[in-house]
């Protein structure tokens, strides 16, 4: 299990090491916008190895689970698909900002920049699941 690190852990603000997407399998479990809403270290520290060890534990099960539906290749797409779609909405909650409340300049021009990535998002999530229509027999 990787050594929860400072930068990885919010409210710190990110850094290019919070999270390496080769190192993506260090960061199972939850995902960081909910992570984001456990600001006491040690809160947000025990849910990541919370996380980090139902993933280790599924991996060492895996043989007894029953088989997918599909392909692990196509079940792992839709997966990553679902967590496309759920940063689609998130970033489109992020863009709405600028136009329901009050934010600084910077924050304002972050969620107007929230509301292009969501669509840039969707439109990934768009052909992701084209692809997956596509080559379903």
Known sequence: MPELIEESTPPTPPTPSTIDPAAWEDFQGFRESFLAHFTRPEDNAALRRLGQFLYELILETA??????????TRTETRAALADLRHLEGFLGAIGAEHKDASLSPDDARLSELA???????????????????????
Do not use: F, K, N
């Not at 043989?63 to 692990?72: H, I």
């Not at 669509?119 to 379903?136: F, K, T, W």
């Open 63 to 72: 043989g007894t689970m029953p088989d997918p539906p599909e392909s692990a």
């Open 115 to 137: 509301e292009v990535w969501s669509v840039d998002a969707g439109q990934l999530a768009d052909r992701i699941e084209a692809e997956l229509r596509g080559g379903e027999s």
